[in-house]
C-alpha cells in the first residue's frame, strides 16, 4: 500500500494545483459584476468576495457526493481502478483549465469535472468488459446512466434558463428605473432592494444550509420548518430599513446591494464548485482508508463510496483559503475578466473578438425577430420604451478609464439573478455550472440594456460563440484526455505517473510563459480597473 500512499499526496498535490487554476477561471464569475460596474475599489470587492469563498466552503458537504458516485457506480470498481480513474481526473483537470486560463476564456469547472470523470471511467470499465468478454452494451454495469443524463441535461437546460432569465429581469429593471434611476430609486428602490436581498438570503442562507458542515442537523430542521415566517421577516424588515437608508442618508444602496450580491455569488460559487476541486482527492483519500483497513485491498470493491460521508470542515476551509489566495495574486483571472466584462460593456469597447458570418447571419436574423415583435405594439408605446433606455443620462464622462462598463442596476441584476439560480441548483444538489449562469446571465443582460451597437453586435455575439465554443469544446476535450490518461495509468504503472506529472509541469510553464508575452502589452487590470 505504500505506492497509494503517494498517488493520495499526489492527489492532493494536484487538488492545490486544480484550485489554483480553477478558481483563477471561476473567480470572474462572482467579482465581474462588481469590477465593471466600479461598485467599490478593488480591494474591497476581492475582501467581499474572500469573506463569501470562506463561507460557502462550509455549505459544499452535500455537493461530494458527485466526485464519489454522480457519475459511475463505485461498487463495480476495485481499489486500484478507482485510484486510476482519481489521477487521470485529476491531470487532466489540471491541464485543462490553465489552457483556458491562458487565452482568457471562461470555462466550467463543473463540466471538466463531470466529463473527466465519465471519460475516465469509462476507460477502465471497457478494459472490464473486453477481459469479461462483454459488449459495449453492459456499460451500464459500470457508470450511473440516470445521474450522467441527468446533470449532462442540468448543464444546457442552465444555459437557456440563464440567459432567458437575464433578459427578462434586465427589461423589467429598466423600464421601472431607466438609466436616469435616482429619483424612481427613491420611491420604489426599497421594495426593489429588499426583493433581490431577500432572493439571496432564502435560497443561499437557507436553502444552501443543508449542505453546511457547521449546523447541527436539528438546527437545519428548524430553519427548514420555517423557512418562511424567516423569509417573511426578512422582506419585511428589510424593506423598512432599506426605505431610511435611502431616503434619510447618503448611502448608495445599489453600491451595498452588488457588494451583497457578490458576497452571495461568491458562497454560491464556493458551496457549489468546491467539489470540482477537492471532491476527487477526498473520494480517493477515503478509498485508501476503506482499502488500508481491509485484509485484500487490491480486490477490494469500493461500495463504500456509495455511502454518504461527512467532509471535515478544516479540509473544506483550507481548500477556500487556497481559493482566497489565488483570487488575490492571480494574473489568468484578472485576463478572463478583461473578456467577459468587456463582452457585456455598454457602448464601444476594445473588441477582442473579430467578425464572423455566422455571427452576422445571428444579429440580422435576431434584429428581424425584434422589428417583427414591435409590430403589433403602438408606436407610442414603442417611443416611450425606447426612452426608458436612453444612455445619455449616465454615461456622461469623457475619460473612458473612469467610467463602468455598465451601471450599478445593471450589476445588481447579474448578482441577484445568477446567484439565485446557482443557489437553486445547490440546494437540488445539481452541479449547475456557475460559469454558464453568470456569463449568460451577463449577456443577457447586456442585450436587454442594449449594450451592444450596431457596429459591435456582430463582434460580440462572435466572443460569445467564440465562449459557447470552447464550452463544447470543454465536454469533449475533457473526456477523450482523461480517457486517454486513465489508460495510460492503468498500464503504465508508476512510470507512465512521473512521465505524467514531468510532462504537466512543463505544460504549465509553457502556458504560463505564452500568457506572460499575450499580456506583455495589455494590462487587464488597467481595462477593467
Same mark, same amino acid.
Given at each position: 500500500?505504500?505506492?497509494?500512499?503517494f498517488?493520495?499526496?499526489?492527489?492532493?498535490?494536484l487538488?492545490?494545483?486544480d484550485?489554483?487554476?480553477?478558481?483563477?477561471?471561476?473567480?470572474?464569475?462572482?467579482?465581474?459584476?462588481? =469590477?465593471?460596474?466600479?461598485?467599490?475599489?478593488?480591494?474591497?470587492?476581492?475582501i467581499?468576495?474572500?469573506?463569501?469563498?470562506?463561507?460557502?466552503?462550509?455549505?459544499?458537504?452535500?455537493?461530494?457526493?458527485?466526485?464519489?458516485?454522480?457519475?459511475?457506480?463505485?461498487? /463495480?470498481?476495485?481499489?486500484?481502478?478507482?485510484?486510476?480513474?482519481?489521477? +487521470?481526473?485529476?491531470?487532466?483537470?489540471?491541464?485543462?483549465l490553465?489552457?483556458?486560463?491562458?487565452?482568457?476564456?471562461?470555462t466550467? #469547472?463543473?463540466?471538466?469535472?463531470v466529463?473527466?470523470?465519465?471519460g475516465?471511467?469509462?476507460?477502465?470499465?471497457?478494459?472490464?468488459?473486453?477481459?469479461?468478454?462483454?459488449?459495449?452494451?453492459?456499460i451500464?454495469?459500470?457508470?450511473?446512466?440516470?445521474?450522467?443524463?441527468?446533470?449532462?441535461?442540468?448543464i444546457?437546460?442552465?444555459?437557456?434558463?440563464?440567459?432567458?432569465?437575464?433578459?427578462?429581469?434586465?427589461?423589467?429593471?429598466?423600464?421601472?428605473?431607466?438609466?436616469?434611476?435616482?429619483?424612481?430609486?427613491?420611491k420604489?428602490g426599497a421594495?426593489?432592494g429588499a426583493?433581490?436581498? !431577500?432572493?439571496?438570503?432564502?435560497?443561499?442562507?437557507?436553502?444552501?444550509?443543508?449542505?453546511?458542515?457547521?449546523?447541527?442537523?436539528?438546527?437545519?430542521?428548524?430553519?427548514?420548518?420555517?423557512?418562511?415566517? =424567516?423569509?417573511?421577516?426578512?422582506?419585511?424588515?428589510?424593506?423598512?430599513?432599506?426605505?431610511?437608508?435611502?431616503?434619510?442618508?447618503?448611502?448608495?444602496?445599489l453600491?451595498?446591494?452588488?457588494?451583497?450580491?457578490?458576497?452571495?455569488l461568491?458562497?454560491?460559487? $464556493?458551496?457549489?464548485?468546491?467539489?470540482?476541486?477537492?471532491?476527487?482527492?477526498m473520494?480517493?483519500?477515503? /478509498?485508501?482508508?476503506?482499502?488500508?483497513?481491509?485484509?485484500?485491498?487490491? !480486490?477490494?470493491?469500493?461500495?463504500?463510496?456509495?455511502?454518504p460521508? *461527512?467532509?471535515?470542515?478544516?479540509?473544506?476551509?483550507? /481548500?477556500?483559503?487556497?481559493m482566497?489566495?489565488?483570487?488575490?495574486?492571480?494574473?489568468?483571472?484578472?485576463?478572463?475578466?478583461?473578456?467577459?466584462?468587456?463582452? /457585456?460593456? *455598454?457602448?464601444?469597447?476594445?473588441?477582442?473578438?473579430?467578425?464572423?458570418r455566422?455571427?452576422?447571419?445571428?444579429?440580422?436574423? +435576431?434584429?428581424?425577430?425584434i422589428?417583427?415583435?414591435?409590430?403589433?405594439?403602438?408606436?407610442?408605446?414603442? !417611443?416611450?420604451?425606447?426612452?426608458?433606455?436612453? #444612455?445619455?443620462?449616465?454615461?456622461?464622462?469623457?475619460?473612458?478609464?473612469?467610467?463602468?462598463?455598465?451601471?450599478?442596476?445593471?450589476?445588481?441584476v447579474?448578482?441577484?439573478?445568477?446567484?439565485?439560480?446557482?443557489?437553486?441548483?445547490?440546494?437540488y444538489?445539481?452541479?449547475?455550472s456557475?460559469?454558464?449562469? #453568470?456569463?449568460?446571465v451577463?449577456?443577457g443582460?447586456?442585450?436587454?440594456?442594449?449594450?451592444?451597437?450596431?457596429?459591435?453586435a456582430?463582434?460580440?455575439?462572435?466572443?460569445?460563440?467564440?465562449v459557447i465554443?470552447?464550452?463544447?469544446?470543454?465536454?469533449?476535450?475533457?473526456? $477523450?484526455?482523461?480517457?486517454? *490518461?486513465?489508460? =495510460?495509468?492503468?498500464?503504465?504503472?508508476?512510470?507512465?505517473?512521473? =512521465?505524467?506529472v514531468?510532462?504537466?509541469?512543463?505544460?504549465?510553464?509553457?502556458?504560463?510563459?505564452l500568457?506572460? *508575452?499575450?499580456?506583455?502589452?495589455?494590462?487587464?487590470?488597467? $481595462?477593467?480597473?
Amino acid at each position: 500500500m505504500d505506492f497509494y500512499i503517494f498517488v493520495v499526496g499526489l492527489l492532493f498535490i494536484l487538488a492545490i494545483s486544480d484550485l489554483m487554476v480553477g478558481v483563477a477561471n471561476d473567480a470572474v464569475n462572482f467579482t465581474n459584476s462588481a =469590477i465593471g460596474s466600479k461598485a467599490a475599489s478593488r480591494t474591497v470587492i476581492m475582501i467581499i468576495a474572500s469573506l463569501g469563498i470562506i463561507v460557502g466552503t462550509t455549505f459544499s458537504g452535500g455537493m461530494m457526493e458527485v466526485a464519489r458516485k454522480g457519475i459511475f457506480n463505485p461498487e /463495480a470498481f476495485l481499489f486500484p481502478e478507482i485510484m486510476v480513474i482519481f489521477l +487521470a481526473v485529476m491531470f487532466t483537470d489540471v491541464l485543462l483549465l490553465d489552457l483556458f486560463n491562458t487565452f482568457g476564456l471562461p470555462t466550467s #469547472t463543473t463540466v471538466s469535472m463531470v466529463f473527466e470523470l465519465l471519460g475516465a471511467a469509462i476507460a477502465i470499465a471497457s478494459v472490464k468488459l473486453f477481459s469479461l468478454g462483454l459488449d459495449f452494451s453492459s456499460i451500464g454495469i459500470y457508470i450511473n446512466s440516470d445521474k450522467v443524463v441527468a446533470i449532462i441535461t442540468a448543464i444546457p437546460m442552465s444555459v437557456i434558463i440563464a440567459f432567458t432569465a437575464g433578459v427578462i429581469a434586465q427589461f423589467i429593471t429598466r423600464i421601472i428605473f431607466t438609466f436616469k434611476y435616482k429619483n424612481t430609486f427613491k420611491k420604489v428602490g426599497a421594495l426593489w432592494g429588499a426583493t433581490g436581498i !431577500t432572493l439571496i438570503l432564502y435560497f443561499i442562507l437557507l436553502k444552501g444550509l443543508k449542505g453546511s458542515t457547521l449546523l447541527s442537523p436539528e438546527s437545519i430542521d428548524w430553519i427548514g420548518k420555517n423557512t418562511f415566517s =424567516i423569509v417573511g421577516c426578512s422582506f419585511a424588515a428589510l424593506t423598512v430599513i432599506l426605505f431610511f437608508v435611502i431616503r434619510f442618508t447618503r448611502i448608495n444602496m445599489l453600491r451595498i446591494i452588488v457588494l451583497i450580491g457578490t458576497f452571495a455569488l461568491a458562497l454560491g460559487f $464556493a458551496s457549489n464548485d468546491l467539489v470540482n476541486f477537492v471532491g476527487v482527492p477526498m473520494a480517493g483519500f477515503h /478509498a485508501y482508508l476503506t482499502a488500508l483497513s481491509n485484509a485484500n485491498p487490491m !480486490t477490494l470493491m469500493m461500495t463504500a463510496l456509495s455511502k454518504p460521508i *461527512q467532509p471535515q470542515s478544516f479540509i473544506l476551509i483550507s /481548500a477556500g483559503l487556497v481559493m482566497i489566495t489565488t483570487l488575490w495574486f492571480s494574473r489568468k483571472a484578472r485576463t478572463v475578466t478583461d473578456t467577459e466584462v468587456e463582452l /457585456a460593456r *455598454q457602448g464601444k469597447a476594445k473588441e477582442k473578438f473579430g467578425k464572423s458570418r455566422v455571427a452576422a447571419s445571428i444579429v440580422e436574423f +435576431a434584429m428581424f425577430g425584434i422589428n417583427l415583435g414591435r409590430k403589433p405594439f403602438p408606436a407610442a408605446m414603442q !417611443t416611450w420604451v425606447g426612452k426608458r433606455f436612453k #444612455t445619455k443620462s449616465f454615461f456622461k464622462k469623457a475619460d473612458k478609464k473612469n467610467t463602468p462598463a455598465f451601471d450599478l442596476l445593471r450589476a445588481s441584476v447579474n448578482l441577484v439573478v445568477a446567484s439565485t439560480l446557482i443557489a437553486i441548483g445547490t440546494s437540488y444538489k445539481l452541479p449547475l455550472s456557475t460559469t454558464y449562469v #453568470t456569463f449568460m446571465v451577463a449577456m443577457g443582460t447586456s442585450l436587454s440594456d442594449r449594450a451592444w451597437g450596431s457596429e459591435s453586435a456582430v463582434a460580440r455575439v462572435n466572443g460569445i460563440l467564440t465562449v459557447i465554443g470552447g464550452w463544447f469544446f470543454t465536454a469533449l476535450i475533457a473526456s $477523450a484526455l482523461a480517457a486517454i *490518461q486513465a489508460l =495510460i495509468i492503468y498500464f503504465g504503472g508508476l512510470t507512465a505517473i512521473i =512521465i505524467l506529472v514531468i510532462l504537466s509541469v512543463f505544460f504549465v510553464y509553457r502556458t504560463h510563459l505564452l500568457h506572460k *508575452q499575450r499580456t506583455k502589452n495589455d494590462d487587464p487590470s488597467k $481595462a477593467v480597473g
